[in-house]
């Protein structure tokens, strides 16, 4: 039987938001405002995304682990301080090419700057995921049941706004496979019904319409 896999559906929702904004980041004209706030906008998701996903991390995953298994977390935990540096540097530029932009000055050199800085920072936190999905994952299958685990996840999104819940769907939903979104919502059906019918509307909202149907499909 396949055992809960911790990370991987937050890391496909967030490999999908990494590829979006680094799309966007390649094609922007850092001298047009529209593509300029357009861009912002989903660097306000992705970072939002990545922030309170390490921030889970931390405070729930790697601190149980560390619990059990004194020094596992300190990779891990080192990674993300390195990476969050990283992070609230292209924060901090890329809210200073808003500003410049604002004011009609050209940009397009800060932009490449943000760009050569975003590549490296993509390539690096998608190691960074691979390691979390192989050694992390297999410590954390040796060390806790099941059940635990899926009591980790449930604290997880307990700790979720209702925006912050939806914005994460946005992006895990169509990057995940049909067998795990009908694994989900079959498990929303059983464990929390009261929540199935928000979570349907979610689906029809940012799947394509033969994924819709074929999940509607699944749950009868």
């Known amino acids: ?27 922007c004209d ?7 706030e357009k861009l912002r906008s989903l660097g306000a998701d992705l970072f939002m995304m990545l922030s309170t996903h390490a921030n889970d991390e931390n405070s729930i995953i790697l601190a149980e682990l560390e619990a059990k298994l004194p020094g596992s977390s300190k990779h891990d935990l080192d ?16 809210d200073e090419i808003g500003a410049i932009c604002q004011k009609g000055e050209d940009a397009s050199g800060m932009g490449t700057e943000l760009y ?10 998608l190691l960074h995921t691979v390691d979390e999905e192989t050694d992390t ?12 685990l899926h009591a980790m996840r449930g604290r997880i999104i307990g700790k979720f706004t209702p925006e912050v819940f ?24 059983v464990n929390a019904p009261e929540q199935l019918k928000k979570l349907m509307v ?8 033969d994924e819709f149907v074929a999940l509607k499909e699944s749950m009868k």
């Not at 850092?30 to 300029?36: D, G, L, R, Y």
């Not at 939903?173 to 919502?185: E, G, K, L, S, V």
């Not at 979610?202 to 319409?209: G, H």
């Open 30 to 36: 850092f001298n047009k405002i529209a593509e300029v």
């Open 79 to 94: 990674d993300h301080e390195r990476l969050e540096a990283d992070q609230s540097a292209m924060e901090k530029l890329l």
């Open 166 to 189: 939806e914005k994460w769907q946005s992006y895990i939903m169509p990057a995940i496979t049909h067998a795990d979104r009908a694994m989900m919502f079959g498990g929303m059906k």
């Open 137 to 148: 994952q297999r410590m954390l299958w040796e060390n806790f049941t099941d059940a635990e």
């Open 1 to 27: 039987m396949q055992r809960v896999k911790l990370f991987e559906g937050a890391h496909k929702g967030l490999r999908s938001a990494l590829g979006e904004f680094s799309f966007s980041l390649g094609k």
């Open 202 to 209: 979610m689906a029809e909202k940012y799947l394509s319409v």
């Open 116 to 125: 050569m800085k975003f590549a490296k920072f993509h390539g690096e936190y």
